[in-house]
């Protein structure tokens, strides 16, 4: 579970460097960290489920800059996710969208923790 | 006992999200009124079709099949087309054992007509497309089964 969370933080900040640093698009970032963990996963024989933590993570910060913004929304949402991604692992195997339908209410958690605590800091 | 009580902290705060306002910008033109209907059929069925293809056939599985479609639709296709064809390309991710070739074109032509549907519900929320993807892939395994 814990690498699952490391996992999810660590593309969180990748996802966040291809958007912000590189000027992707929010398409172009996402499907080129999903490439890449694609053939890092077959290259070097990682467990598959890392691969699926980072295209979830990279769904996840594909949102729209009015909504997650800051290097520690990045990071939260990617803790959540890799944390959804954990606890639900066995939900909607196989059919088509299950990561972007984690990555959405994980989104959706970090948006009711905002707005609960009500900060601009964030 | 300790999962249910996380459980309803998280629905709280899912409900919670949902309700905020949120920052978004929605493209002003709608696909319907600048391209026809069958040129998004079009883009969402072989979108759906090729990443389906990769996935299962060519043997790629459905990290390297939607990441390379992807990359090809983001730096080919406009805007607007991108987001509707990377939607489509998440109904290609499914597995074999759910899924066969009509029900993923069935599910991309439910698609090109859900997304134009849905296109001002939680717009720029990330994961919006591939919630999307599975309520249309449920849809078309449901209907065709």
Redesign the interface.
């Known amino acids: 579970m814990i690498a699952g969370l490391v996992t999810g933080v660590g593309f969180g900040l990748a996802m966040y460097w291809l958007r912000f640093g590189l000027k992707?698009?929010?398409?172009?970032a996402?499907?080129?960290?999903?490439?890449?963990?694609?053939?890092a996963?077959?290259v070097f024989a990682v467990d598959f489920s890392y691969?699926?933590v980072?295209?979830c993570v990279s769904?996840?910060?594909?949102?729209?800059q009015?909504?997650?913004s800051s290097f520690m929304d990045y990071v939260s949402?990617g803790l959540l996710t890799g944390l959804a991604l954990t606890l639900f692992s066995k939900t909607?195997?196989?059919?088509?969208?299950?990561?972007?339908?984690?990555?959405?209410?994980?989104?959706?958690?970090?948006?009711?923790?905002?707005?609960?605590f009500r900060t601009k800091k964030w | 006992m300790y999962g249910v009580f996380i459980g309803i902290i998280?629905l709280?705060?899912?409900?919670?999200?949902?309700w905020?306002r949120?920052?978004?910008?929605v493209h002003p033109k709608r696909l319907w009124h600048n391209r026809s209907l069958v040129y998004n059929c079009m883009i969402a069925v072989s979108a759906a079709a090729v990443t389906y293809w990769l996935n299962i056939h060519a043997g790629?599985?459905?990290?390297?099949?939607?990441?390379?479609?992807?990359?090809i639709?983001?730096?080919a296709l406009k805007?607007d087309q991108?987001?509707l064809a990377?939607a489509a390309i998440?109904?290609?991710?499914?597995?074999a054992?759910?899924?066969n070739w009509l029900t993923v074109i069935a599910?991309g032509l439910l698609m090109s007509v859900v997304y134009e549907l849905a296109r001002e519900q939680?717009?720029?929320?990330?994961?919006?497309?591939?919630?999307?993807?599975?309520?249309?892939?449920?849809m078309a395994?449901w209907l065709l089964s």
């Open positions: 992707l698009t929010d398409v172009q996402s499907a080129l960290l999903v490439l890449i963990a694609g053939i996963v077959r691969g699926t980072a295209a769904y996840a910060l594909m949102s729209d009015g909504i997650l949402v909607l195997t196989g059919i088509g969208g299950r990561l972007g339908t984690f990555a959405f209410v994980s989104v959706l958690v970090w948006l009711g923790v905002k707005r609960l | 998280l709280g705060l899912f409900v919670m999200g949902f905020t949120l920052a978004a910008v790629l599985g459905p990290l390297i099949a939607s990441g390379l479609m992807g990359l639709a983001g730096f805007p991108t987001k990377y998440f109904i290609g991710m499914s597995g054992e759910v899924t599910a939680c717009a720029g929320v990330g994961g919006r497309l591939g919630t999307l993807a599975a309520c249309v892939g449920i395994v």
